[in-house]
């Protein structure tokens, strides 16, 4: 019997419960889920387990979001990768240089979990 495997979410957020948070929703939907605290744990996790999605959180430690997102694109594992950017610290232009960096999607804390998968559905992504 042929088993079926789930596809892999990368979560990179240095917020612990906002991580968890991401992590039990996907999870209720029978998805894996990678988590990583800093952008470099990002990277690390890409290269080694090539995720599906990456949800990426602009403001971390070691590497800020911009900077991962810019890093992932050069990644052979990571350069077709869908990337939902999401921030609390949204000022005026930077959901264009978030886009401009190669992501796909952009969101602002508190964000409803129903706007995300929304958001997902239109990069063809089925959650």
């Known amino acids: 019997?042929?088993?079926?495997?789930s596809p892999v979410i990368l979560?990179?957020?240095?917020?612990?419960?906002?991580r968890r948070m991401l992590k039990r929703a996907f999870e209720l939907?029978?998805?894996?889920?990678?988590?990583?605290?800093?952008?470099?744990?990002?990277?690390?996790?890409?290269?080694?387990?090539r995720p599906s999605l990456a949800i990426i959180d602009l403001n971390m430690p070691e590497l800020d979001g911009f900077e991962t997102i810019r890093l992932m694109r050069k990644l052979k594992e990571g350069e077709h990768i869908p990337i939902v950017a999401i921030t609390a610290f949204d000022v005026y232009g930077m959901e264009q240089a978030v886009l401009d960096q190669g992501?796909?999607?952009?969101?602002?804390?508190p964000f409803d979990l129903h706007e995300l998968d929304?958001?997902?559905?239109?990069?063809?992504?089925v959650v």
């Open 1 to 5: 019997m042929a088993s079926i495997i």
């Open 11 to 18: 979560v990179a957020e240095d917020s612990h419960d906002t």
């Open 29 to 49: 939907k029978g998805f894996r889920v990678l988590e990583a605290a800093n952008g470099r744990q990002a990277l690390d996790l890409t290269e080694q387990y």
């Open 103 to 109: 992501c796909n999607e952009y969101l602002t804390k």
């Open 118 to 125: 929304r958001r997902l559905k239109g990069l063809g992504f």
